[in-house]
């Protein structure tokens, strides 16, 4: 008998295959100082591959990332359920070290959300940070000149005074932001959430057992346990992608290290971030 006549008995059954594809780093269009950045063009790819996998029920996604870009956690998130939907498939997320910010909102691209007990799970904020200059200059004698064409180019500049105007449209950017992200934790989490708005959209962050009380994920638990539960003790994990970190990204991944690297993220951006 050939090895394809074998192949074919309806009695040979081969073991399940979950396609996994991690998402790690800082969400950016440009790399970050610690590491390669999260983004579209890095991870549709192996995205596109693992959910063309035909015979795969199910993607297991792993997120581990503070956050950043919005416009780019929101390509990715549309980018898996788009491929879910067209092919199919239920996505099993699951939260590694860090998914806060704009990482949790790429995890809401999930149908279920699992997390380590000592996971940080949430973030669901929007956050700008910047230093001012103007006291430094002056004594160091230093002279700004700044033209532009349209007064409101130079809007949030370090090295000019601030102006309340400004940092009134930066709040009225900032919450029509936040209120994007609260919309979609509501309608991916409908039903599951047990806390008021207040508790839950303050940009605090939970630590896994915490976050699965609140309903912002499913349940505490590995990828290897959660996949052996659902589709059996022979499941396969057929990895694709996933971005190469650097030293220094490596050195990041422990658990107080992760918490450290939202701590840096925050303080990282100039203008707003996720």
């Known amino acids: 008998m050939s090895d394809k006549s074998r ?14 594809v991690r998402l790690e780093g800082a969400i950016s269009a440009t790399p970050s100082r610690f590491d390669r950045a999260l983004n579209l063009a890095g991870v549709g790819d192996a995205l596109d591959k693992a959910f063309t996998v035909k015979k795969a029920k199910a993607v297991a996604l792993v997120i581990n ?12 998130h549309r ?32 149908d279920e959300l699992y997390a380590d007990a000592g996971s940080i799970v949430g973030s669901i904020g929007v956050i700008s940070a910047s230093f001012g ?5 002056e004594k ?3 002279e700004r000149r700044l033209y532009t064409a349209g007064k409101n180019k130079s809007m949030l500049d370090p090295f000019s005074p601030e102006n309340p105007e400004d940092i009134e449209r930066l709040k009225t950017i900032q919450k029509g932001m936040h209120a994007q992200f609260k919309a979609l934790v509501k309608s ?6 047990t806390a008021d708005d207040e508790t839950l959209f303050n940009g605090d962050v939970w630590l896994g057992e915490e976050a699965a009380k609140l309903g912002l994920i ?8 959660i996949l052996r539960e659902k589709f059996g003790d022979d499941v396969r994990v057929k990895p694709f992608g996933g971005p190469k970190k650097s030293l220094v990204g490596k050195l990041l991944s422990g658990g107080a290290s992760a918490f450290a690297a939202e701590v840096e993220h925050r303080a990282a951006y100039s203008r707003f971030g996720l």
């Open 79 to 110: 980018r898996i359920r788009e491929l879910a939907d067209k092919h199919d498939k239920q996505v099993l997320v699951f939260c590694e070290d860090l998914a806060a910010s704009g990482g949790y909102w790429i995890a809401l691209a999930g």
């Open 65 to 76: 990332s503070p956050g950043g870009a919005p416009v780019q956690s929101n390509l990715i």
């Open 188 to 193: 991916r989490r409908e039903g599951k959430l």
């Open 140 to 142: 160091a004698g230093v």
């Open 7 to 20: 192949f074919r008995l309806p009695f040979l059954k081969s073991s399940p295959v979950v396609p996994l």
């Open 133 to 137: 200059f103007t006291g430094l200059m």
């Open 218 to 225: 499913d349940a505490t638990g590995s990828v290897r346990a």
